[in-house]
């Protein structure tokens, strides 16, 4: 088996099982239709709403434990806790909340500045972003912290974006930014998934082989941690694809992703000596036992 291979088979194990799409797809549906019920005396499970995130980018992997959803609601929703007396947010949110607990009574249902976090026995949490269709053709959402606001967010730009650059790249984006979660959940990474999409979109644009195949993975490897760890340790923010939204620092990743440079120019080394069983336990280093032996 070749590099090729390696890669092929470790990233066909880095796509969520049919078992947990089932299951958020059934939560989703249920979360969806107690908001469509409440705010638009509508009773489907599949109007009104979609996935945003790693989800929503299609670049989860089987590890994740956060949902995130954008609920729409009408226009009359948002006049009406627009011109509501004092904190018009928070009261949205305790709505949205009142709402999904008529379905999740037993959960934990509760309200964190701008989403509604439904937290699940089996590790799973959900943020519901209840939101509005605005002129821009983005997003109004509410802000409850200090005093309450309105806020926007463009987050179909984001993925639309996102995906016709994979198209580009002929589905390697969204390979790299999913194997980007393993290293980061094997090394401890401080990043969260929009910074490593946004860097990972950014990378793969001048990337000389970005329209190859998992042959040259093991280049991309080397390539995309060098792009990491030549990042400016100053810079506090990077500007998100497709909105230009600021995605901002969580901790330093500079030095973890030389690390694993370093270590995949020893792996690709290995190759070229013929030493495979030495090389896969490189790229195993770097992104953790999913990778095969």
């Not at 509410?142 to 730009?157: E, F, L, T």
Request: proline share 2%; aromatic share 14%; net charge positive.
């Amino acid at each position: 088996m070749g590099v090729g291979e390696w890669f092929s088979q470790f990233c066909a194990g880095l796509r969520m099982s049919t078992d947990k799409r089932s299951s958020l797809a059934y939560r989703t549906a249920r979360i969806t239709k107690a908001v469509n019920s409440q705010f638009r005396g509508l009773d489907s499970d599949t109007a009104y709403r979609f996935y945003v995130g790693s989800l929503g980018r299609n670049t989860a992997i089987p590890s994740v434990s956060d949902a995130d959803l954008l609920c729409e609601l009408p226009a009359s929703v948002y006049h009406q806790y627009n011109a509501h007396a004092g904190n018009g947010q928070s009261a949205l949110l305790t709505a949205v909340r009142t709402a999904i607990r008529t379905t999740y009574k037993t959960s934990d249902v509760f309200g964190d500045g701008q989403v509604v976090i439904i937290a699940f026995d089996d590790g799973v949490t959900y943020e519901v972003l209840p939101a509005f269709l605005n002129a821009e053709g983005g997003y109004t959402f509410a802000d409850s912290n200090n005093g309450g606001s309105w806020k926007s967010c463009k987050p179909k730009q984001e993925m639309d974006a996102f995906a016709s650059r994979n198209r580009e790249c002929n589905g390697n984006l969204v390979e790299l930014a999913r194997m980007a979660r393993a290293w980061r959940d094997t090394n401890n990474v401080p990043m969260n998934g929009m910074l490593i999409d946004t860097l990972a979109y950014q990378f793969i644009a001048t990337w000389q082989y970005r329209d190859r195949s998992y042959l040259y993975y093991d280049w991309m490897t080397r390539d995309f941690f060098a792009f990491l760890a030549s990042q400016s340790a100053s810079q506090t923010y990077w500007l998100a694809p497709g909105s230009g939204s600021y995605v901002w620092r969580k901790g330093s990743f500079e030095y973890k992703a030389r690390q694993a440079e370093l270590r995949a120019h020893e792996a690709i080394q290995y190759q070229a000596a013929g030493h495979d069983w030495s090389a896969r336990q490189k790229y195993r280093e770097i992104y953790g036992t999913g990778f095969p032996t």
